[in-house]
């Protein structure tokens, strides 16, 4: 049972951002369904460190880009916690290629995790969240940066963000929110992998606060957004990123 009455679903929250999130949200008094693509095992830990805190959490399986999958964790959280309440979608990829040099299956995969998996858990969102509830996607700061590589990853997000302001306007009437959360670049295995040491102490340092963000400054904003204290907060995108953009 959760702590304050409400249930979260958290895509993609095995690791990194997602995970980070997830826990936020349980110590906020939630139960969370901790989603994961892959093998059970890092899920399992954050269900257990959630547990362990004295919240209340499970682990279940989907790939986002699949639509019956993601219809599938929808409803085993309402038959699990009786209903949901927020949906953040934090499921995602960030492939980087120079755009002359993409290759097909390098833009296929990023379309259908990033773009169709989050169409596909916003529109079971749009059908399930409870009045009152909150749906939270997650974008990216990078958007304004034109930072060579990351054209596909960027044109992904841009797409996240303007399906989050058509859905705010088509969930009128039913008291619900729909917002993005666009980190600047997180101490996350996603973002760090690949990047020389030069090029990560050079993008902390794009910020006025000259650090890499951390997952738990990301897991803020969503709390905020997700909680009382952000119920006037609607069809926007927060740049949480340090002041770099």
């Known amino acids: 049972m959760s702590k304050n009455g409400k249930v979260a679903l958290v895509t993609g929250s095995s690791r990194g951002i997602g995970a980070e999130i997830a826990v936020r949200l349980a110590a906020d008094g939630y139960a969370v369904v901790v989603n994961y693509a892959g093998g059970v095992g890092p899920a399992q830990e954050v ?18 880009a699949d639509p019956a999958a993601v219809a599938a964790i929808f409803e085993q959280t309402e038959k699990t916690f009786g209903g ?12 980087q290629a120079r755009i002359a040099e993409l290759p097909d ?6 379309m259908a995790i990033n773009v169709k998996g989050t169409f596909n ?6 059908n399930r969240v409870r009045e009152g509830g909150r749906i939270i996607n997650i974008s990216t700061s990078v958007i ?3 930072l060579p590589t990351y054209g596909l990853y960027v044109a992904t997000k841009a797409a996240v963000e303007a399906m989050t302001q058509v859905l705010t306007q088509e969930m009128r009437g039913r008291n619900i929110t729909v917002n993005a959360v666009a980190p600047g ?3 996350t295995e996603l973002f760090l992998h690949g990047k020389s040491p030069e ?14 963000g951390q997952p738990a400054d990301i897991a803020r ?11 006037w907060v609607n069809g926007q995108v927060l740049r949480a990123n340090g002041g770099m953009c």
């Open 121 to 126: 858990v916003c529109r079971e969102a749009a």
């Open 105 to 110: 299956d390098m833009f296929d995969r990023s």
């Open 185 to 187: 670049p997180v101490a």
């Open 47 to 64: 269900v257990d460190k959630i547990k362990a805190a004295g919240g209340d959490a499970i682990a279940v399986q989907a790939d986002v």
């Open 199 to 212: 090029l990560i102490d050079h993008m902390a340092k794009l910020n006025p606060l000259e650090r890499l």
């Open 144 to 146: 304004g940066m034109r």
């Open 84 to 95: 949901i309440d927020v949906v953040v979608n934090s499921a995602g990829v960030m492939l």
């Open 221 to 231: 904003v969503v709390s905020f957004v997700a909680g009382p204290e952000g119920a």
